[in-house]
């Protein structure tokens, strides 16, 4: 399936979460088989270039994305969650939000120095989740090989805001 089939599948939600906003509802590519089989072979692609060690999932849209690339390119699957999500010891970063501060977790014990991942999530916007992520990683001396999104909001800067290689499935100004 192409990008293009891809992209008629994403609904554009006007004012949801709030009014102003223009949500890309995903679920359509999730619930149909041959279209998110489609998505995680494109950003294998991508991603395969880069060599990761691991894929690191941001919760939450990008467990289910990070879950089926790491399954695919046959990689170890981590989570990156929200504070207090998580049951063993973690590190945490912050990043900053339109509306204020928010933080992301990971295992302390799951990131391993010197390996290379690839950061997953269903969306770029501004970045900021994913610059928080990188942050966790580099935190125990790892290295992120590439960011990688089924969609990117060019608009908003995010990727420029990335000091990695971004691979998106889906552009949209």
């Not at 293009?4 to 679920?27: H, K, S």
């Not at 880069?50 to 690339?69: K, M, N, Q, T, Y």
């Amino acid at each position: 399936m192409n990008t293009e089939a891809l992209r008629e599948l994403v609904e554009e939600i006007p004012d949801f979460p709030e009014p102003g906003i223009l949500f890309r509802d995903i679920t359509p590519i999730l619930s149909t088989p041959p279209a998110l089989r489609a998505v995680v072979e494109h950003m294998a692609d991508a991603v395969n270039r880069h060599a990761p060690d691991g894929i690191v999932a941001i919760e939450s849209r990008g467990f289910l994305l990070g879950s089926a690339l790491a399954l695919h390119m046959h990689l170890p699957l981590l989570l990156v969650r929200k504070p207090g999500k998580l049951p063993r010891p973690t590190r945490r970063a912050s990043y900053e939000l339109e509306y204020g501060e928010d933080a992301l977790e990971v295992h302390v014990d799951d990131v391993r120095p010197g390996h290379r991942y690839a950061v997953v999530d269903d969306l770029i916007a501004t970045g900021g989740t994913c610059l928080a992520s990188i942050e966790l990683l580099r935190q125990h001396n790892a290295d992120v090989a590439v960011a990688a999104f089924l969609i990117e909001l060019s608009t908003l800067g995010g990727r420029h805001r990335l000091d990695t290689p971004v691979a998106s499935v889906l552009l949209y100004n």
